[in-house]
């Protein structure tokens, strides 16, 4: 069964820190380019982060410095460490193969506020 599933949000005050985790079935995430998005509300989906197979990433220049991406290719599954957050950073944040985007997680909500 081809899945992802997006885990590891929830409510942090501004300056905060999160690690998202997307596990992810074999067939759908070994040598792919994986990828992290976002979409906050009323707002469309917006690309964050990617990482290829072999570890090379990018990440946004809105977010550069603040969030990192790793994917630990043992246990299908790529991570996206969120650090000083911001109100803005409030959104739902999925993950997805990069560029292709074929299959998309439930995401999980991650809100910035004090």
């Known amino acids: 069964q081809v899945q992802l599933v997006e885990s590891g949000g929830g409510l942090v005050q501004p300056g905060g820190s999160l690690r998202l985790s997307c596990a992810a079935s074999?067939?759908?995430?070994?040598?792919?380019?994986m990828g992290w998005y976002r979409q906050a509300p009323g707002k469309q989906r917006e690309f964050v982060a990617r990482?290829?197979?072999?570890?090379?990433?990018y990440v946004v220049e809105s977010v550069k410095g603040r969030f990192t991406i790793s994917r630990d290719n043992a246990k299908n599954t790529v991570y996206l460490h969120l650090n000083s957050l911001k109100p803005e950073d409030t959104a739902v944040y999925y993950c997805?193969?990069?560029?292709?985007?074929?299959?998309w997680g439930q995401g999980t909500q991650v809100t910035v506020s004090s």
């Open positions: 997805t193969r990069h560029p292709s985007r074929d299959y």
């Open positions: 074999g067939s759908i995430f070994s040598g792919y380019t």
């Open positions: 990482i290829t197979s072999g570890g090379s990433t």
